[in-house]
């Protein structure tokens, strides 16, 4: 007799149905495991016999075959360790196999019989759902699971004796119930930055329209300070958005307790990153810091110290807004759409093109080290701007009035504007000014006459390429929308343009 468990490979964040098929026939005694198993899958049959054996089930001394169906798709992690079981149960009579066409199964087993944790459990729960199964999966996983809808039949045991007494009806098992998160934390407040009001304009504008922001100063200039205030004038996720963040938390098996966020991620790499670090990858196909930075901001501080090979990894997922990581035999594809945040120094010394200072080896200083962050890369970059040094006499001011809640609601203001014009455009799949290009962003932020003959004066002057006239065009957009404003004028252009302008420092920009 054959018995079918249903179960999932992950493929990117979406779960890819698996039959897990288990044989028992007479013949030598064996335990065969089939099916393209990667290492921890394979040894899952060490794991299940003993598992079985601790609840008091030894396997029968007859030829076990274990088949995970479709043969061709590669199976990946140990959560294929409770379905195998609980097809070997149903094979030998203890589980009614009619119970289990309803449920799609995941979880890792001990060798004493208790289930664990695994990742992956609500993408799991929805692809459940969409086939018109209930899930069961591990006890620590239930709150996870749970959120995939109130309609899902989600069983979480943490033993397999649970499990059998569940089927048998001694012991019925509740469903787990979803953790409300956000408990309110206290966000670093802008509040604390003194001066650097240009700085502050700045960060204001990345958050309203979503643009990349790249930072350069000397040291102490309060860059990191900055970047670490964005995530307290960012706009709540709303449930979509917090749906797509938690399902690549859960594949990466970083969703701490169950609990879900409203807060956007807010990812800050070192810069001793790897490229599988960032992009995703590795041994286990995982997502990266780019992926878990989804519908939030990947700030990376020191960004000429990251390897020039690590930052070109950013570039493709920057305009399609996920990567794709090749395998041996498949591509794997993670969505990524992030806001980069950067923040440098103007040269390794760290104080080219303050007043007073001369750099010891003169311009290569500046040259060399600028010269690590590549062109492309830049040009990917709407906002870039100079934190000069704070002087002690801003310091020792009074702390300024406004602080982050106030700048928060222009942003969310701004927000809400954009995606009421994305939605009357028909471009629904757009929701914020950093993402429109082409021939849309003309249509909607080109300004009147006098804004337009100071765009063309300025595109002479310091050479714009195709590409900046557009960043610019962007940026004007979303200091309107911050205004209020139906048209871009020509102030809005007038203050695109001081964001972008050529530092003085090198040759960033242009
Ligand atoms: N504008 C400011 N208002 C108040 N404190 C500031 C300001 N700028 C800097 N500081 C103080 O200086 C410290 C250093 O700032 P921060 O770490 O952000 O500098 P940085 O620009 O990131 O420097 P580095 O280039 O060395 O990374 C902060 O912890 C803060 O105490
Ligand atoms: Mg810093």
């Not at 018995?3 to 979406?14: C, L, M, N, W």
């Not at 009035?401 to 014009?421: M, P």
Request: proline share 7%; aromatic share 4%; glycine share 10%.
């Amino acid at each position: 007799m054959t018995s079918h468990v249903a179960t999932v490979a992950f493929r990117g964040i979406e779960a890819v149905p698996v039959d897990v098929q288990v044989q028992i026939t007479p013949g030598m005694p064996a335990f065969t495991l089939v099916g393209l198993p990667d290492k921890a899958v394979a040894e899952s049959r060490e794991r299940v016999r003993a598992a079985l054996t601790a609840i008091g089930l030894a396997l029968p001394a007859k030829r076990i075959t274990v088949n995970l169906a479709p043969a061709d798709l590669p199976k990946e992690g140990s959560h294929y360790d409770l379905p195998i079981a609980i097809g070997l149960m149903a094979a030998l009579g203890i589980i009614p196999s009619e119970f289990l066409e309803r449920y799609t199964v995941l979880g890792e087993l001990s060798l004493d019989g208790s289930i664990t944790a695994v990742a992956g459990s609500l993408p799991a729960a929805v692809g459940a759902n969409a086939r018109g199964h209930g899930l069961i999966c591990p006890g620590p996983c239930g709150a996870e699971a749970a959120w995939a809808g109130e309609a899902v039949d989600i069983l979480a045991p943490d033993t397999l004796v649970q499990l059998v007494n569940h089927f048998k009806g001694t012991q019925v098992l509740s469903r787990p119930r979803v953790i409300a998160a956000d408990e309110p934390v206290k966000l670093p407040d802008l509040r604390d930055i003194k001066g650097q009001e240009v700085a502050k304009r700045a960060l204001e504008v990345a958050a309203a329209g979503g643009h990349n922001l790249l930072m350069v100063g000397p040291p102490g200039s309060g860059k990191s300070m900055l970047a670490q205030r964005l995530p307290s004038i960012l706009p709540p996720m709303d449930a979509l958005e917090m749906l797509e963040v938690s399902m690549i938390a859960s594949v990466a098996g970083a969703l701490t307790g169950g609990t879900l966020s409203h807060r956007r991620p807010f990812r800050t790499p070192h810069h001793s990153a790897s490229q599988a670090a960032l992009v995703g990858g590795g041994q286990r196909a995982l997502p990266g810091e780019m992926s878990l930075a989804h519908n939030g901001v990947l700030f990376l501080d020191e960004l000429p110290e990251f390897q020039p090979k690590v930052l070109d990894s950013l570039r493709q997922p920057m305009e399609t807004f996920q990567t794709v990581i090749a395998r041996a035999n498949h591509h794997v594809s993670y969505p990524a759409r992030f806001q980069l945040v950067a923040a440098m120094n103007p040269c390794r010394c760290g104080h080219a093109g303050t007043p007073g200072h001369t750099c010891r080896r003169g311009p290569r200083c500046v040259d060399d080290y600028q010269a690590r962050v590549s062109g492309p890369l830049l040009d990917r970059i709407d906002l870039q701007i100079e934190v000069p040094a704070v002087r002690a006499l801003e310091l020792s001011l009074p702390a300024p009035k406004e602080g982050s809640a106030d700048v928060a609601a222009r942003v969310a203001r701004a927000r809400a504007v954009q995606a009421g014009r994305y939605q009357s455009l028909g471009a629904a799949h757009l929701r914020l000014n950093a993402e429109a290009d082409g021939e849309l962003l003309e249509s909607m932020a080109l300004p009147d006459a006098s804004g337009l003959s100071l765009l063309q004066d300025a595109a002479e002057m310091i050479g714009l390429t195709a590409r900046g006239y557009h960043r610019v065009l962007r940026v004007a957009r979303t200091l309107a929308d911050l205004d209020g404003a139906g048209d871009v004028g020509r102030v809005h252009i007038a203050e695109a343009l001081t964001f972008r302008q050529k530092l003085s420092t090198g040759r960033l920009a242009a």
